[in-house]
């Protein structure tokens, strides 16, 4: 079992900053190529970016990249997602899910399908 526990969403303007952490607890971090996913009122779940295990190679949605960052601090037990330049389209519940690194790299990462771990979430709102 592992437990996820987003934190640091909140209300911003268009073109502001937020920085979001995901908290792990349980199995060896260090074991799993961590996402962020985001689901905004009426639309299906989708990817926004991913990281993998050691932290060397990320992929992102291309609404997403060049404006946010995906690391991770293992020693911390901890992923983040830099979001800069934020849209109002940006807007949504934004998830972080583990996905075992035992599966390769690719670009099925992108696929909420693939993750086996979720946390509750933590709201974005971006204002115009």
């Known amino acids: 079992q592992v437990q996820l526990v987003e934190s640091g969403g909140g209300l911003v303007q268009a073109e502001g900053s937020l920085r979001l952490s995901c908290a792990a607890s349980g199995r060896t971090f260090s074991g799993y190529t961590m996402g962020w996913f985001r689901q905004a009122p009426g639309k299906e779940r989708e990817f926004v970016a991913a990281?993998?295990?050691?932290?060397?190679?990320?992929y992102y949605a291309d609404s997403v990249k060049g404006r946010f960052t995906i690391s991770r601090d293992n020693a911390k037990n901890t992923v983040y997602l830099q979001m800069n330049s934020l849209k109002p389209e940006d807007t949504a519940v934004y998830y972080c899910?583990?996905?075992?690194?035992?599966?390769?790299?690719?670009?099925?990462?992108?696929?909420?399908?693939?993750?086996?771990?979720w946390g509750q979430g933590t709201q974005v709102t971006v204002s115009s």
């Open positions: 990281i993998t295990w050691s932290g060397g190679t990320t």
């Open positions: 899910a583990t996905r075992p690194s035992a599966k390769g790299w690719g670009t099925r990462v992108s696929s909420l399908y693939e993750y086996d771990y």
